[in-house]
């Protein structure tokens, strides 16, 4: 590598008279030169140093890309939480007469989680890279088992993903954000393959990520039987500017097609406007799953407006074997527009409101309701200054309305020792429902990749007349490169 660096710098060097000599052939030959008298000691000429540090620096230069052109980085996030909170348990007993009778009981669980992820990248050269990404999460009750705990735990994500401009292909357990409702979260492979010019298409197959639920009898999986998903995507990405995407994936469980999706996605940013727009449509059983358009303007540089449409239909969202299927949901329909004032560098506002219509197509039943929120923002102007937030909300969904207030304070008390007091109110129109819930939060940056937190929140509801929960948190990252 070095030695074609070097050879690739030495013909620079020598074809640049040639290309000079080359480009004044079709013009105006030059005056000659006019002599001037040099000492045996003079030093070299001027123009011939600067040539001489030019191809010097072309030459560090292309040394550094080539050494950088294949290194490696690792990096890992940790978070340790631990938290109390009572829990409800449904215990069945047998009273003297020999029946069985159920009741809930209040249970207190402990459990401490610890999610990692790791992100690692191998370049081997300019054009091919290797990353590697692993997210997961154990836990384990101190409480709930007096043999030890409860232990569970899985892994979220972890595949491994080859890239040789401009193909690349991966394989294992991934997240993928396109298809149904919620994207889809996959064991399997795909590939891509991406152009210069911002053209690209994906294509992926596995089998769906099926959580492991603990039930009485154990662990056990949800799905038993077989269960497939493939798709494809292909669109236009100009970072920042216009992006538009076309994708269809297929959902097959227990043996039967649960889903099949067609998905279109654009965003357009000229300038001062911003759009965004989106559908999924439900090609097994032809409609709309679920559409949004989103139009921001800056109307002038303090003041911005939005407008967003959002359309949902969850019965397209439930699979035909799920016993969800057997009960009646409801279409969504919700028009909003909203206005964010920046009235100073530190303080903002922001008004919204939207209309709402809920649909029942079996019974033709149609309600209307609404919500209306205002909110207003400081924000510090320096460092350890304080930050504050205040909202107000009315909905109606149109059976009943109810009102929910909010307000939280952030206060740097030292470097990177923050305390956040959150407080929240909400009261429906009959009175029969009134919650309260108040929580202070404290974050401390030990050092610049350890933090640690806690926080303490006491809540009042309908359910629970009084609801005490706490929980302590870790968090740290290293980094290793070359």
Known sequence: MRARVIALALASTFLSPVRSAGAQTDATPPAPPTPTPQSATSPEPIDAEEEHAAREARLVAAEAQAETASGWSVRTHHDVVMSWAPRYRLDTSTNPLGLEQQMWRSVDALPLYHRVSLDGTLAVDARTTLAVHFSGWGSIDLLLDRGGGLAAGDVAIGYVELTH??????????????????????????????????????????????????????????????????????????????????SFAELWGHGIVGTRTIDLAGTWDPGILHIEASVKVDALNPGVM?????????????????????????????????????????????????????????????????????????????????????????????????????????????????????????????????????????????????????????????????????????????????????????????????
């Open 165 to 246: 401009a401009p193909l690349s292909a991966w394989v294992g357990r991934r997240f993928l954000t396109f298809g149904p409702p919620g994207g889809l979260h996959v064991d399997g492979g795909g590939a891509a393959v991406r152009s210069d010019l911002g053209l690209f298409a994906e294509a992926f197959v596995g089998r769906p990520v099926t959580p492991i639920r603990v039930n009485l009898l154990g662990p056990q999986p949800d799905f038993t039987d077989l269960t497939v998903a493939y798709g494809a995507r292909v669109g236009y990405e100009d970072a920042g500017t216009l992006s538009l995407a076309a």
């Open 290 to 482: 679920q559409a949004r358009a989103v139009a921001l303007v800056s109307v002038v540089r303090e003041l911005e407006l939005d407008l967003d449409y959002l359309h949902v239909e969850p019965a397209r969202w439930i699979p035909a074997w799920s016993i969800l299927s057997a009960f009646e949901t409801s279409d969504y329909d919700e028009a909003m527009l909203g206005a964010t004032l920046r009235a100073s560098r530190t303080v903002a506002f922001r008004a919204e409101g939207a209309a709402r219509v809920y649909s029942t197509r079996s019974i033709g039943e149609v309600r209307l309701g609404y919500r209306a929120d205002l909110s207003a923002r400081m924000m510090p102007c320096i460092d350890r200054g304080p930050s504050l937030r205040v909202q107000g909300s009315r909905r109606d969904d149109g059976v009943i309305g109810y009102t929910v207030l909010t307000a939280g304070a952030a206060i740097d008390v030292y470097r990177g020792l923050i305390v956040t007091i959150d407080g929240a109110f909400a009261v429906d129109d009959a009175g029969g429902r009134l919650s309260t819930i108040g929580r202070a939060n404290l974050d401390f940056d030990v050092l610049r990749d350890l933090g640690v937190g806690a926080t303490v929140s006491i809540a009042r509801t309908y359910i629970a007349e009084t609801e005490l929960r706490a929980m302590i948190r870790a968090r740290w990252a290293t980094e290793a490169s070359r």
